[in-house]
T-cell receptor, first 112, second 114 residues
């Protein structure tokens, strides 16, 4: 079955530094990906998405990079702030239905 | 900003009992979803719902589960005879676009089965 995993379960960065969170996926048929942020006690919050016909997409302070050759996804957060501290999930979809397959999550801690 | 709400925030039930988890999706959304997250594990898709019927379900969503949109605002997940392994966070989500795009999640209901 599909498998989505995160390389690093925890990541600590200094406030103001850039953060990079990585995700590997195993289903080459996946063609749509989302990064979610989950703060303690809350549901996942959509951050940014990317379709497989793109290799980069930018949002406000965030950039997602997609490398289909190695089935790798990354989320870059610029000028990381304390409010960015959360667990970040990647999720993939194969466009054959509504199912998303989520990764385990990376816990990002921003050190003031 | 509109948001998905869920009640209760925490539900404790005894094994074998029925529970109903409630969700109020964002008002103009047409697609509704339930997910669960067992403690320390991945978020898992359960079911999607559109136009008053299930559009897709996972293998987790067996006969003990059912969903309903009883009125124009609520979306419910019923677990008929709870098992210990049903203990998890249950998230409702909604979107206004065909497919899984830009789903907005509620805060979740923590279900504890004893």
């Amino acid at each position: 079955g599909e498998s989505v995993g995160l390389h690093l379960p925890t990541l600590s960065v200094q406030e103001g530094d850039n953060s990079i969170i990585n995700c590997a996926y195993s289903n080459s048929a996946s063609d749509y990906f989302i990064w979610y942020k989950q703060e303690s006690g809350k549901g996942p919050q959509f951050i940014i998405d990317i379709r497989s016909n793109m290799d980069k997409r930018q949002g406000q302070r965030v950039t997602v990079l997609l490398n289909k050759t190695v089935k790798h996804l990354s989320l870059q957060i610029a000028a990381t702030q304390p409010g960015d501290s959360a667990v970040y999930f990647c999720a993939e979809n194969t466009n054959t239905g509504n199912q998303f397959y989520f990764g385990t999550g990376t816990s990002l801690t921003v050190i003031p | 900003e509109p948001e998905v709400t869920q009640t209760p925030s925490h539900q404790v039930t005894q094994m074998g009992q029925e529970v109903i988890l409630r969700c109020v999706p964002i008002s103009n959304h047409l697609y509704f979803y339930w997910y669960r997250q067992i403690l320390g594990q991945k978020v898992e898709f359960l079911v999607s719902f559109y136009n008053n019927e299930i559009s897709e379900k996972s293998e987790i969503f067996d006969d003990q589960f059912s969903v309903e949109r009883p009125d124009g605002s609520n979306f419910t997940l019923k677990i008929r005879s709870t098992k210990l392994e049903d203990s998890a966070m249950y998230f409702c989500a909604s979107s206004n676009d065909r497919g899984p795009y830009e789903q907005y999640f509620g805060p979740g209901t923590r279900l504890t089965v004893t």
